[in-house]
């Protein structure tokens, strides 16, 4: 149980493109989801924190209208890169997390996107 | 603000070799902390998962111990296996803001053959 599911696992697209990835959970409903990004040899710093119906809170530096997240559903959280550059390359990784109480009060994370903008 | 940091960044032993990889947090009012393996170019397993009422957790050959009151977890390998060769990372929460994990730079582990 407690599976979460990233699509597309990678991604190469042209410079001022945008690029979409998708992050479901498939055998439970999270109310939160979070999104994270890991560059080469670094470890995974916090995007942003998505409540289902709500606006995503972001972190300190990250642009919100650069990644438009959106999680219109209890199972799906979307992570939108817009007018993507090449700094943005990067891992991608989301992780949802139940309502509380229903596990534990763990996260549950998802493979993984590269994302190559050329 | 929790900050996570690992000791040592990289390690690389003989196969057989029993090896603690070492984990210290600043804000010792956490609710549970967690380690995570990573291969390379691939997404997060997680290992084990401490909560704070417990001071280990066994899985196989992987023992994890958290100590709050000094503010250290630690993963122990027993006999290490060159399949063990990855990032392990620790996270713990950052209490100001709920579950917001706090991940540590990682160590990045080989086990020779």
């Known amino acids: 149980g407690a599976v979460v599911s990233q699509h597309p696992s990678w991604v190469i697209c042209k410079s001022g493109t945008s690029v979409k990835i998708e992050c479901r959970s498939l055998?439970?409903?999270?109310?939160?989801m979070f999104w994270y990004r890991q560059f080469p040899k670094q470890s995974l710093m916090l995007m942003a924190t998505?409540?289902?119906?709500?606006?995503?809170?972001?972190e300190q530096g990250v642009e919100k209208d650069k990644f438009l997240i959106n999680h219109a559903s209890l199972t799906l959280s979307t992570l939108t890169v817009t007018s993507a550059h090449p700094e943005d390359s990067s891992f991608y990784i989301c992780?949802?997390?139940?309502?509380?109480?229903?596990?534990?009060?763990?996260?549950?994370f998802g493979p993984g996107t590269r994302l190559t903008v050329l | 603000k929790q900050e996570v940091t690992q000791i040592p960044a990289a390690l690389s032993v003989p196969e057989g070799e029993n090896l603690v990889l070492n984990c210290s947090f600043t804000?010792?009012?956490?609710?549970?902390l967690q380690w995570f393996r990573q291969d390379p170019g691939k997404g997060l397993t997680s290992l084990l998962l401490i909560q704070s009422s417990q001071r280990e957790q066994t899985s196989g050959r992987l023992n994890a111990s958290l100590d709050k009151s000094s503010g250290r977890s630690t993963l122990y390998i027993a006999a290490s296996q060159p399949g063990d060769s990855a990032t392990y990372l620790c996270a713990a929460p950052d209490m100001e803001y709920g579950n917001k994990l706090v991940f540590g730079a990682g160590t990045i582990l080989r086990v020779k053959s």
């Open positions: 804000d010792s009012a956490i609710y549970n």
């Open positions: 998505s409540n289902e119906g709500s606006k995503a809170t972001y």
């Open positions: 992780s949802a997390s139940p309502p509380a109480g229903a596990f534990t009060d763990t996260q549950y």
């Open positions: 055998d439970f409903q999270a109310t939160t």
